[in-house]
């Protein structure tokens, strides 16, 4: 393989700043005339499915599941694996816990630095052009890749996120053929069915079908991850060859291609709301296991979210593209909401114990 340039770490980052930035604008300041506290009331009306009866009270062993992270290797993504890497370590073993195995699959097609820190799967990238431009058409064909060649021990896989701080040891949320999934309020398959039927048909069933997840946080059966991996690779290729699905979708169009890929294989999932929790939206942790971090949180010294606008305290991890944060953040003024606060808590405690942190000033 040749060399990445300097540019060329750039357009990446510039890249992974983009995907995060379109889906803040998608979410955010696309919904004119509304305040953040009507979209917070929007929040509350995910739709949510209830695990099966014949599933709620059974107490079978322990199943534990393998942790996967799709991820590049510039500096950017590198600082967030390492975080999310400790908080798997801490978390594993505790009680309530069915973490398995980790693995970062990295689909930069080369080793790393970090090779010898966190397990890793060298996965190919698409050839050139190939991706069109999206570099997260690489996460279904890196995951096709390791199904494929690696060895996985666990029959259940969890496929997560650099951006991913686990606060709460995370037990097998899936049962059965039901994998467990987060629902995203901005995914919305019912909102555009005229796009969704050029990819699954009305001879499939009704739209509602196709849940309104991506493919991360998600606990599913390996067995089932192989069957829909394939296709999860054809739709997401094939929404971005579609002018208007492309359009559309943006950014978030490769989590609308495992939604759909995942109804074509009849897979419904358990969307569990306390998978997670994604701050500022979010005020308190509760029984989240997972704190997402793909929002910048910026406040002013009385604690008022400005989001959209610079606040005079913040954290945004775009504001770290280069290279990691420093150690010992200051911590939020008084006013900021408990989620934002455990948020940099738990940065703070992971930076100060991971070996050769050297994040800047």
Request: aromatic residues 12%; hydrophobic residues 40%; neutral net charge.
């Given at each position: ?243 208007e699905a492309d359009q559309t979708f943006g950014w978030v169009l490769e989590m609308y291609g495992y939604a759909v890929a995942s109804a074509l294989h009849g897979v419904k999932h358990i969307l ?90």
């Amino acid at each position: 393989m040749v060399m990445a340039s300097p540019s060329l770490l750039v357009l990446v980052s510039l890249g992974f700043f983009l995907a995060t930035y379109n889906v803040v604008t998608v979410v955010i300041h696309n919904q004119r005339g509304e305040s953040s506290r009507e979209l917070i009331e929007k929040r509350s009306q995910d739709p949510v499915v209830r695990m099966p009866d014949e599933f709620k009270k059974s107490a079978a062993p322990k199943r534990p599941f393998h942790v996967a992270v799709t991820a590049m290797d510039d500096p950017y993504t590198k600082w967030q694996c390492r975080i999310m890497y400790y908080w798997y370590r801490k978390m594993k073993d505790m009680e309530g816990s069915e973490m398995g195995g980790f693995t970062r699959v990295l689909h930069s097609g080369r080793g790393d630095d970090l090779m010898e820190e966190i397990p890793t799967f060298i996965a190919d990238p698409l050839p050139a052009g190939a991706d069109r431009g999206y570099i997260v058409l690489n996460r279904p064909w890196a995951f096709l890749q390791w199904l494929e060649k690696a060895k996985i021990e666990e029959e259940y896989i969890l496929m997560a996120e650099p951006d991913h701080i686990f606060v709460k040891p995370l037990p097998n949320l899936s049962r059965g053929n039901y994998p467990a999934a987060f629902p995203f309020f901005y995914i919305k398959p019912s909102k555009h069915e005229k796009i969704i039927r050029k990819f699954y048909p009305e001879v499939k069933g009704p739209v509602t079908n196709v849940d309104p997840i991506g493919n991360s946080p998600v606990i599913i059966k390996k067995s089932l991850l192989k069957q829909i991996t394939p296709t999860w690779v054809d739709v997401s290729i094939n929404m971005k060859d579609d002018p208007e699905a492309d359009q559309t979708f943006g950014w978030v169009l490769e989590m609308y291609g495992y939604a759909v890929a995942s109804a074509l294989h009849g897979v419904k999932h358990i969307l569990c709301k306390d998978f997670m929790i994604q701050p500022p939206f979010d005020f308190t942790v509760g029984k989240a296991y997972i704190i997402h971090y793909t929002y910048g949180c910026d406040y002013t010294l009385k604690g008022e979210l400005t989001y959209g606008k610079i606040g005079e305290w913040r954290f945004d991890k775009r504001a770290y593209l280069r290279g990691p944060p420093p150690r010992n953040l200051s911590l939020p003024p008084p006013g900021v909401p408990e989620s934002v606060v455990t948020l940099v808590q738990k940065v703070n405690e992971a930076t100060a114990n991971i070996p050769g942190w050297d994040g800047g000033t």
